[in-house]
């Protein structure tokens, strides 16, 4: 099943929008527009808006979403460098970066709580 919602997020990283893509690949923005939000169009569509956007066609394609696997790249893994492709991955690696930062971030605001609540506990014996 295609996700096509992913052309949102491919245009932004691109810094282009909807009406460029369009322009690029011959179609009226307001028909881009209805085919992210309807999730269907033909493949050669597809193949279009993927080398516009210099990604795989594979990534607007999920293999099951019940079991969140992705379709990756090149043999990759499904972090978002593999998933939205080589193009992206500068910009993506710096996003990995900055969300196992503030996953520390949270575990450390969580150690204080855990040891808040010891604290609160130990003061009402």
Avoid: W
Avoid at 59 to 71: K, Y
């Amino acid at each position: 099943m295609a996700n096509l919602l992913i052309i949102r997020d491919l245009v932004e990283r691109k810094g282009i929008t909807i009406r460029d893509l369009a322009g690029k690949v011959g179609m009226s923005d307001i028909s881009i527009h209805k085919m992210i939000k309807n999730g269907s169009t033909s493949i050669s569509t597809l193949e279009r808006i993927a080398k516009v956007l210099d990604v795989p066609v594979s990534v607007f394609f999920d293999e099951d979403a019940s079991n969140e696997n992705h379709i990756t790249q090149k043999g990759g893994n499904s972090n978002a460098a593999s998933i939205y492709g080589d193009s992206l991955s500068g910009n993506i690696e710096s996003k990995n970066k900055e969300i196992e930062y503030l996953k520390k971030i949270l575990e450390d605001k969580e150690d204080i709580i855990r040891i808040l609540k010891k604290q609160l506990c130990y003061e009402e014996k």
